[in-house]
């Protein structure tokens, strides 16, 4: 299984953008899959997640009404449309796919022990 994470870069405050990430090997309409970053100096955060038949969705406090997770299973291809971005926003974003055994429904959707493949990361810069 692999994740290949794109579509991000430098923009300025109040810019959009639109992260995808392409899930290789396994059936992927059957996992969850779950959007992470890591600003600068500070651990990996959780920023959404959306279950394996896309009914659910799940955003942090940070994320919750400026950013959009969804799922396109003919693509194998999750993405994160961000909106109104904030420096704060600034830091690596990674997607990671869902252990089946721990579906996001019943499961703490923000444990990142619960995510068993994860991308490579794309590098969100927000300037000011």
């Known amino acids: 299984v692999q994740l290949q994470a794109s579509g991000g870069g430098l923009v300025q405050t109040g810019d959009s953008l639109r992260l995808s990430c392409v899930v290789s090997g396994g059936t992927f309409s059957t996992y969850g899959v779950g959007w992470f970053r890591q600003p600068p100096g500070k651990g990996r955060e959780f920023v959404a997640a959306?279950?394996?038949?896309?009914?659910?969705?799940y955003y942090s406090d940070n994320s919750h009404g400026r950013f959009t997770i969804s799922r396109d299973d003919a693509a194998n291809t999750v993405y994160l449309q961000m909106f109104s971005l904030k420096p704060e926003d600034t830091a690596t974003y990674y997607c990671?796919?869902?252990?089946?055994?721990?579906?996001?429904?019943?499961?703490?959707?923000?444990?990142?022990?619960?995510?068993?493949?994860w991308g490579q990361g794309t590098q969100v810069t927000v300037s000011s």
């Open positions: 959306i279950t394996e038949n896309g009914s659910k969705t």
């Open positions: 990671a796919r869902r252990s089946a055994r721990y579906p996001i429904s019943h499961y703490d959707h923000t444990g990142q022990r619960y995510y068993t493949y």
